[in-house]
């Protein structure tokens, strides 16, 4: 195991401090890993603080906050445990091992060190540690060579079998690649291919698949990413829909997701609504540039989400008037009520509704300009 010294800097040294002066002081083995090393190895500021307890991390973790002062929050079962101080965030883990029963199953986990603890990682730049121990302080634990590799910028899985034990490191490999503008490393990316011919990711449940895919379009690169899960056959788009991805702003996950038709995902109602509509987008936007009646405008855009509706001016600029238009007629109130019906002796049932969206869309394309008129005009269909 590659061992030298770090300074353990960072742009969070109030809590960082206190963190290390509490493990210095204390006889756990402790250690920064993961993304902070990695993060902090490149000079940026890591998001988290991310600690490995060689023993008890829930133990380590209440007696340290009865310091801090921090919210803290535990999941025994884990063996993890967190502390957040204002927006800052610490975590904490036991050291573990790994062994995946089956391929894309969740690992069976059990207490252990360091070393295993890092060989049980996705990817060498993740396969890094920092002690925080007394005895140790400052010690750099780099058994996979992590650091040559941040030098050459470079995403190296650590085992043969890492992707089909966890075929979301698929996932996880792209993201960092595009992030850190890195590439793959050839066995890397000869793995991933393999991976995929064997159609592992299909063996991952829904909610894992769909963690991945939100985590994705977190990613300010996510474009990059999404081209490369095509490119590499994962999730294909075709090259049409792929460019147009970033014209649907906040709504291009489920775009994207309209077209991958994925089965499974625990989808909420109204995710699944929108998804929908965004399907139904190829066939309503030819009838929006043919309609010529505001009342057929009003139709074809009234059952649809007005996050939705207020994408289409992105994707066919010249509906822009059409979308403003609808808009406009959305604040206007209709002459014509149920009430009304009533009061002018129509007789309650399914007749309702359809007299009510006649007069609507009557009243919508200008045959009548006053409450007087349409109830007039009403009159003359009990005759």
Do not use: C
């Not at 770090?6 to 401090?17: A, G, P, R, Y």
């Not at 973790?61 to 993890?80: I, Q």
């Not at 014209?247 to 109204?270: D, H």
């Not at 009234?302 to 010249?318: D, T, Y």
């Amino acid at each position: 195991m590659v061992k030298s010294k770090s300074s353990v800097k960072s742009k969070k040294k109030s809590v960082l401090n206190r963190t290390i002066d509490f493990f210095v002081n204390s006889s756990y083995r402790a250690y920064l890993v993961g993304g902070y090393v990695r993060d902090a190895t490149l000079g940026l500021s890591p998001v988290d603080i991310d600690v490995m307890v060689e023993g008890d991390a829930v133990k380590a973790a209440k007696e340290m906050n009865a310091k801090l002062k921090g919210k803290l929050y535990v999941y025994k079962s884990f063996g993890t445990a967190s502390i957040i101080i204002k927006d800052e965030r610490i975590d904490l883990a036991t050291a573990r091992k790994e062994k995946y029963p089956s391929p894309a199953k969740l690992p069976r986990v059990s207490p252990s060190t360091i070393s295993d603890d890092l060989n049980r990682r996705d990817f060498t730049i993740n396969a890094m540690a920092i002690s925080i121990s007394k005895e140790n302080f400052g010690e750099i634990f780099d058994p996979f060579n992590g650091l040559e590799d941040i030098k050459k910028g470079l995403i190296r899985v650590l085992h043969k079998n890492s992707f089909i034990d966890d075929p979301t490191r698929i996932f996880r490999a792209l993201r960092y690649k595009n992030r850190f503008n890195f590439k793959l490393e050839k066995r890397t990316k000869t793995l991933i291919n393999e991976a995929v011919e064997k159609r592992l990711i299909k063996h991952l449940t829904g909610q894992r698949i769909l963690n991945e895919i939100k985590l994705i379009f977190e990613e300010p690169q996510y474009h990059a990413i999404v081209k490369d899960l095509s490119d590499m056959g994962i999730f294909r788009m075709r090259k049409k829909e792929l460019e147009q991805l970033p014209l649907f702003g906040s709504y291009r996950m489920y775009f994207y997701l309209a077209n991958l038709n994925l089965q499974g995902l625990p989808l909420t109602a109204e995710e699944s609504k929108i998804i929908k509509e965004m399907k139904s987008m190829k066939n309503i936007l030819p009838k929006l540039e043919k309609a010529s009646r505001k009342s057929s405008l009003y139709r074809i855009l009234s059952p649809l989400s007005e996050g939705v509706i207020r994408l289409i001016p992105s994707i066919r600029p010249g509906l822009k008037n059409k979308v403003s238009t609808f808009f406009r007629l959305k604040r206007i109130k209709p002459f014509i009520t149920g009430k009304d019906l009533k009061r002018l002796k129509f007789k309650p049932g399914k007749r309702f509704k359809t007299l009510l969206d006649k007069m609507w869309e009557l009243q919508l394309d200008g045959r009548f300009r006053t409450k007087k008129e349409a109830e007039k005009y009403l009159k003359t269909l009990k005759k």
